[in-house]
């Protein structure tokens, strides 16, 4: 599965919220293999995801992609990471 | 004795002299720290020599393409603009990239200690402005002293560093507190004045706090303005064509172009400024990729109650509509000052479009905080102001160095005070004969 965190200038908040969504996963011990990536908006379409973490302001821009899309209010919440991972891979039967 | 030396000139030439090298180690030992497997130690540190030639190579595209404004406004305006001899922020990269790297680490390693032993308990972890901030400085250093013993100089720049990655957020924490209500995170980037100031001249509208910027709505139509690939293009480009129709096509195709007609030079310059950006953005990221967490992870252990100080998008949710407002005020204020800087003979300002966004956006945030929509604009206003000021000041302040680079990124902390710290140093190095 390719994941990928997206910010405005794909460098300091999505290195942040890769951190720790990698963090996340690690604990989450899950049994299919996953790439976390960090981008920019703009090279986020390109990057053809299956799953995107971003935050409220760049929900529109990263809408219309076929990835499932994750809103973050708290980059630095692993809670809110961990929970809103689990509710999705759930949905999907991967967890 | 001899093998000693023998030793120390093999690393001088293969390591530290190889500008991105060092950065590789830095990272490479994150990694290792981490425990990371050997195939993601390898690639992780190869990537991040990479993104460091990277952003010296796109930082040489973007001097290159925004260099011919010092010319064509001089002829539109007749100010003499002379950026000879100067090193040049790529050439700088390059022959002080292994300092810059030292002194980020080692700032780092001081800002921990601040925060374990003091009260002050924040650690920086936006890693990109931290080798900005250490880049500029470090010029506005070597502008006095050329040759400097390198030794004292990492120990003190690393000193210096952690003081101000400490402080800054410590400082800007009321203020922040003003935005998001409680201590989770902390603000740690160099728009830190800017944010500060359009705070605190938000408060001029007090009274009408409430009426927030949140309850305004900013038309679909403008969100193509948040992309910096996208605005930087257009603003550039904008720019040039206006620059190249009142210095006159005469001149601009025997002077400027080589021969290239000048509307189409001038739209390939605008993108070509946009390249850079965009190629140095995507450097960026791959240079502290594997060090962000090497850093969290090592203050985690050191100092586990840390407040994490963080780069300046994480305001943007708490009031999205302010970013647009005090990035469009900051951008409108620094095109307006252009015009007047240029007819009245005082300066030739070339507006920085990614601190017009970076530190606009915040500014409005935190002006909206204490003053609402018109806190927001007012801020905007206020930081637009700074930013074309301090572009003034830095690049005399930089004129030997990398006055090319402060003619394109403007962050408050590192264009409103560097000629004010080049005059302390000056002064110190009367005193102390240095």
Request: net charge neutral; glycine share 10%.
């Amino acid at each position: 599965m390719k994941v990928y965190a997206i910010c405005g200038a794909g460098v300091g908040t999505s290195t942040l919220l890769k951190m720790n969504i990698e963090d996340v996963y690690k604990k989450l011990n899950l049994n299919f293999t996953y790439r976390i990536y960090n981008t920019s908006v703009s090279l986020a379409k390109s990057a053809n995801a299956d799953l995107i973490y971003s935050f409220q302001s760049f929900e529109k821009d990263v809408q219309d992609m076929s990835a499932h899309v994750i809103i973050i209010n708290n980059l630095m919440d692993l809670e809110e990471i961990e929970n809103k991972t689990i509710e999705y891979l759930k949905s999907i039967n991967k967890i | 004795m001899e093998l000693l030396l023998g030793i120390s000139n093999f690393l001088k030439t293969y390591l530290f002299d190889q500008p991105g090298f060092l950065i590789g180690i830095v990272a490479f030992v994150g990694l290792l720290i981490q425990k990371k497997g050997i195939s993601e130690v390898i690639s992780g540190s190869v990537k991040s020599v990479i993104g460091f030639l990277i952003v010296s190579t796109a930082a040489g595209i973007i001097a290159g393409a925004v260099f011919p404004i010092a010319d064509i406004l001089n002829k539109i305006i007749g100010i003499e603009v002379s950026t000879a001899g100067a090193i040049g922020q790529e050439g700088f990269i390059n022959q002080w990239g292994s300092e810059i790297t030292i002194i980020m680490t080692g700032s780092f390693f001081v800002n921990i200690l601040i925060a374990r032993f003091t009260k002050a308990k924040f650690v920086y972890l936006t890693v990109h402005q931290m080798f900005w901030m250490i880049f500029v400085y470090l010029a506005a250093f070597l502008e006095v002293v050329p040759v400097p013993n390198i030794p004292m100089l990492l120990v003190l720049g690393s000193i210096l560093g952690g003081i101000y990655f400490t402080l800054q957020p410590a400082i800007t924490q009321p203020f922040l507190r003003k935005v998001t209500g409680n201590d989770n995170f902390a603000y740690g980037h160099t728009t830190s004045f800017g944010v500060i100031v359009a705070s605190i001249v938000g408060n001029v509208f007090k009274g009408k706090k409430e009426q927030t910027s949140e309850d305004i709505k900013i038309p679909e139509k403008l969100s193509f303005l948040k992309e910096i690939t996208v605005s930087t293009a257009l603003i550039m480009t904008l720019l040039y064509t206006i620059g190249v129709l009142l210095a006159g096509n005469t001149y601009i195709v025997e002077n400027i172009s080589e021969g290239q007609a000048p509307i189409s030079w001038a739209i390939n310059q605008g993108l070509t400024v946009s390249l850079g950006i965009t190629v140095l953005l995507v450097g960026v990221n791959m240079m502290i990729a594997e060090i962000v967490p090497a850093f969290r992870g090592i203050s985690q252990k050191i100092v586990p109650n840390a407040i994490p100080a963080l780069d300046c998008p994480v305001v943007f949710s708490f009031a999205p509509t302010a970013v647009m407002l005090g990035f469009v005020s900051t951008l409108s204020t620094v095109i307006i000052c252009t015009l007047i800087f240029g007819v009245t003979g005082f300066y030739s300002l070339t507006p920085p479009v990614i601190t017009t966004f970076f530190a606009g956006g915040p500014a409005g945030v935190f002006g909206n905080s204490t003053g609402g929509w018109r806190g927001a604009v007012l801020g905007g206003i206020v930081v637009g102001l700074l930013i074309s000021f301090g572009q003034a000041l830095t690049v005399g302040a930089l004129s030997t160095t990398v006055a090319d680079f402060a003619r394109w990124s403007n962050d408050l902390d590192y264009a409103v005070f560097p000629y004010f710290f080049r005059k302390i140093i000056e002064f110190l190095a009367m005193i102390f004969h240095f």
